[in-house]
Nanobody, 125 residues
Framework: QVQLVESGGGLVQAGGSLRLSCAAS????????MGWYRQPLGMPRELVIT????????YVADSVKGRFTISRDNAKNTVYLQMNMVKPDDTAIYYC??????????????????WGQGTQVTVSS
């Protein structure tokens, strides 16, 4: 009923920039907080950055402070991750996450953790 689709991943050189997008579609009623997680190969998934429904950044991991920013366009149900001054340690699969409510038939369903399929980001040194 609902899809989160990430895009914008790829290969980038250290020191460069990349912008990820995540578009939500389907029978969405409301989207609350949205965020980005990442999972390096062989490592657990970690929270990177989150944003409230009103556009306030409410969490930034220490490892990306000063380099990554998050924004959203509520009219498009889309959240963005601007990655600047990337490092090889930023290499990971990046996942979009949303706290949202949607219609399943006539029923309203609340999902605290709705996930996208992930997009690979590789930073070369």
């Amino acid at each position: 009923q609902v899809q989160l689709v990430e895009s914008g991943g790829g290969l980038v050189q250290a020191g460069g920039s990349l912008r990820l997008s995540c578009a939500a579609s389907g029978s969405i009623a409301t989207i609350n907080d949205m965020g980005w997680y990442r999972q390096p190969l062989g490592m657990p998934r970690e929270l990177v950055i989150t944003i409230t429904s009103s556009g306030v950044t409410n969490y930034v991991a220490d490892s990306v402070k000063g380099r990554f920013t998050i924004s959203r366009d509520n009219a498009k149900n889309t959240v963005y991750l601007q990655m600047n001054m990337v490092k090889p340690d930023d290499t990971a699969i990046y996942y979009c996450n949303a706290d949202l409510t949607y219609f399943r038939g006539s029923r309203l369903v609340h999902e605290y953790d709705y996930w996208g399929q992930g997009t690979q980001v590789t930073v070369s040194s």
